[in-house]
Structures are given as structure tokens and as C-alpha cells.
């Protein structure tokens, strides 16, 4: 028990706190970098449908629903990688894709 080669280390709460605390503003930035992203890619879009139901009337406005379904399915992704930050799985940028693809039938669901 007492051998000299297996040095004892002392868990430190400092080093833990702060490895913590980064991680979660890791994700908090891209959380919301994502969301403002995704936020001026609809609303360009909806400015470009408005755009086009003056042209072409009544008709232009439906197609603002891909658009939002669009931003639908970008915060299914953006949740799935919240959720898999909060339950400490450590997510890369490649979930949001990975959750937009395995969340699809549920926000189908709930789209329509």
C-alpha cells in the first residue's frame, strides 16, 4: 500500500471548478453563436419571401413554410446538443447534425 511509485494525488477544487466552468462557456458561446446564425439565416429568408409575395402574390407566402421549418429543425439540433452538455457528454458541433437526424420523425410530428 505504501509504495513509493504511485504517488498520491490530491483532487484539487480549484482545477476542477475551473475545467468546469470552461466547458460550460465553451458551450454557451456556441449555443449562441448558433442561435443568432440561425436567426439571421431565416430572416433573410422570410425578407426574401416577402420579397417575392409582392411579386408574385398570395402564393410567395407559402413559402415561408420551409422556412420555417428550416429554423424548426435548427433548434431541434441546437436542443439535442444543449441537452447532451447538460448531462456532461461532452458534445462537438457535429451533434447538432447528428441530433437534427435522429430527432426528425419527432419534429416531423410536431411540425405538422
Not at 56 to 67: E, R
Not at 87 to 96: A, E, L, R
Amino acid at each position: 500500500m505504501n509504495d513509493p511509485e504511485i504517488a498520491k494525488k490530491v483532487p484539487k477544487l480549484n482545477l476542477a471548478l475551473k475545467m468546469g466552468i470552461r466547458a460550460a462557456y465553451d458551450s454557451l458561446v456556441y449555443v449562441a453563436f448558433s442561435s443568432f446564425a440561425l436567426f439571421f439565416a431565416c430572416s433573410v429568408l422570410f425578407a426574401a419571401v416577402l420579397l417575392v409575395s409582392r411579386v408574385a402574390g398570395t402564393f410567395g407566402l407559402l413559402l415561408v413554410v420551409p422556412g420555417l421549418f428550416v429554423a424548426w429543425m435548427g433548434m431541434v439540433g441546437i436542443f439535442y446538443y444543449v441537452r447532451k452538455a447538460i448531462y456532461h457528454q461532452h458534445p462537438t458541433p457535429v451533434d447538432t447534425l447528428i441530433g437534427m437526424r435522429m430527432l426528425l420523425g419527432p419534429a416531423l410530428a410536431l411540425f405538422v
